[in-house]
């Protein structure tokens, strides 16, 4: 473990990814760097299941709870603020954890510097998919970028928008623009880096999954989500799509009831994580070595096999 100076801990939600992060931390030395899209949200802690205030004591911790609700967070600015993490804790191991793909890849493939969009050009962009659906949007974009469209699912409404107003304002495929990133920060070649991805048996982890909310709730997720309500913030913000926060909403509004709303959030979770999963079986390559659980990559650098 000593030889390591990164570590990359990916993986799907509730499959003991930050219990592996704190793991290595404490006994390496090391800083836990999030790399989860919903965690960097302050005023959401439980709800997106960050570390403890009691497991950020543990070991230093950067880039939990950041960023306001009230703001849209993008990819660029994660990395801007991940190289300056990385740079803060210099001198120790870095162990970067969590479950957004794209987060891993623009750190170790790079990330193309995209245009200023025009803010009345998204404005329009998100009426229109308020309006008419993601699927409307997603024809439009096979019109004009049929690149895009085919990497890009039907009901994948941000990422549509995002390729819409790309092509829309330069008149160029965003694809384009991926296809000009600059190196990434992570050199996945280096014998350095050790990149790990949790992968549990399905099974394990829908129970994983549930029993995780039903502690959330009893740490009170439900007056996370009565707290951002009453902010009043534009639901198309990245912070009030973060799972749980539409069903605790119904349930705070009396549309249905406490049983209903985990049901529900449960079933979202499970989706989501299906969606994790298969990103990075199909995204991740041979660097990655692949465990079932925390214990078991634990066992491994126990044993020297990492």
């Known amino acids: 473990m000593a030889a390591y100076k990164t570590f990359l801990i990916a993986g799907p939600t509730a499959s003991g990814k930050s219990a592996l992060a ?27 299941a960050q570390p403890s205030v009691h497991e950020q004591a543990r070991a230093p ?12 967070y993008s990819t660029g600015r994660w990395l801007a603020d991940m190289r300056m993490a990385m740079a803060e804790a210099a001198g120790s191991p870095h162990i970067i954890v969590g479950g957004t793909g794209l987060y891993f890849t623009a750190l170790t493939k790079g990330l193309a ?15 229109a998919l308020d309006a008419s659906g993601p699927q409307a949007l997603h024809r439009k974009l096979a019109v004009i970028d049929p690149d895009m469209a085919a990497r890009l699912g039907p009901s994948d409404g941000q990422r549509i928008i995002r390729a819409l107003e790309v092509k829309l304002q330069t008149g ?51 007056d996370e989500v009565r707290k951002l309500v009453e902010m009043r913030l534009d639901p198309a913000l990245p912070a009030m799509k973060a799972i749980g926060v539409r069903e605790l909403a119904r349930l705070l509004g009396g549309d249905i009831s406490e049983s209903q709303a985990v049901e529900l959030a449960v079933i979202a979770t499970r989706q989501y994580a299906k969606r994790q ?13 692949r465990f079932a659980s925390a214990d078991a990559a634990i066992d491994a650098i126990r044993d020297r096999e990492l």
């Open 172 to 222: 160029m495929s965003i694809a384009t623009f991926q296809r000009q990133a600059t190196a990434g920060d992570v050199d996945m070649a280096s014998p350095e880096v050790c990149a790990i991805v949790l992968d549990p048996p399905p099974a394990r982890l829908a129970a994983n999954i549930e029993q995780r909310f039903h502690v959330m709730m009893a740490q009170g997720a439900s």
């Open 61 to 72: 911790h950067r880039l939990y709870g950041h960023v306001a609700p009230s703001h849209s």
């Open 113 to 127: 510097e995209m245009p200023p969009i025009d803010a009345g050009l998204r404005a329009e962009l998100r009426a």
């Open 277 to 289: 999963r298969t990103w990075f079986r199909n995204q991740f390559g041979p660097q990655w070595r």
């Open 22 to 48: 704190l793991w290595l931390a404490e006994r390496s030395g090391g800083a836990v760097l999030n790399a989860d899209s919903m965690q960097v949200y302050a005023g959401l802690p439980v709800l997106t």
